[in-house]
């Protein structure tokens, strides 16, 4: 946690906020359960030098397969998502909770249309991501939005702006998907509407 101290410039002041009002520990963020160890410690305990891949997930089967359902709780559902929309599956996010046997899953579950295509591209997501897949005999009966690929547009600043790097990396890496950069002169050009359908603006890019 942290704990910025009081910084008033003056009596009756107003305190000056600190540099860094957002706290990063991971383990908030993601409501990981941790102990703090402040003492050494010991024990049987193996050093891992690197990232290690999650263990293979599973897409599990069942008698005439409707489609399957992805739990948007995970951070890789929406790298899957991405991956099946490339790939021209149907895709819906589901507006309501679903209950498949004893598992509830909440609102924006992704359920994928069973096609001859569909499995084989379902099972290399499971093997890669860590991800398990569950097939249903029916497709869910709420309101869902179908999901389709966007024309995708990143506004940046010659020199390069901080914010847009970010939100690049992020596009690059964390969730792959394809999109533009793009600067002042495809802009004021206009027509954008021709060519995107969303364009992602940073802080900083709109005086």
């Keep these: 946690?942290?704990?910025?101290?009081d910084d008033i410039p003056y009596p009756?002041?107003?305190p000056r906020p600190p540099?860094?009002?957002?706290?990063w520990t991971l383990a908030y963020q993601m409501g990981v359960k941790f102990d703090r160890m402040i003492d050494g410690f010991d024990g049987p305990f193996e050093r891992i030098p690197d990232l290690i891949k999650p263990?293979?997930?599973k897409v599990t089967a069942t008698?005439?397969?409707a489609g399957y359902i992805l739990n948007h709780q995970q951070n890789d559902a929406f790298v899957a998502t991405n991956r099946l929309l490339a790939a021209k599956e149907e895709v819906f996010w589901l507006k309501a909770p679903l209950t498949v046997g004893t598992v509830t899953y909440p609102a924006g579950a992704i359920f994928v249309s069973a096609r001859p295509t569909t499995k084989p591209v379902l099972d290399k997501i499971a093997a890669d991501l860590g991800m398990n897949i569950e097939a249903v005999s029916a497709k869910p009966t709420g309101d869902a939005l179908k999901l389709k690929p966007v024309r995708l547009a990143l506004w940046?600043?010659?020199g390069g702006s901080m914010d847009s790097g970010w939100i690049r990396w992020i596009l690059e890496q964390a969730y792959p998907i394809t999109f533009d950069v793009v600067y002042a002169p495809t802009l004021d050009a206009g027509d954008l509407n021709a060519k995107y359908d969303v364009i992602i603006f940073p802080n900083g890019s709109i005086p």
């Design 55 to 57: 263990a293979a997930g």
């Design 12 to 14: 009756g002041g107003a």
């Design 156 to 158: 940046d600043r010659y």
């Design 1 to 5: 946690p942290q704990d910025h101290p």
């Design 19 to 23: 540099y860094d009002a957002t706290g």
């Design 63 to 65: 008698k005439g397969v």
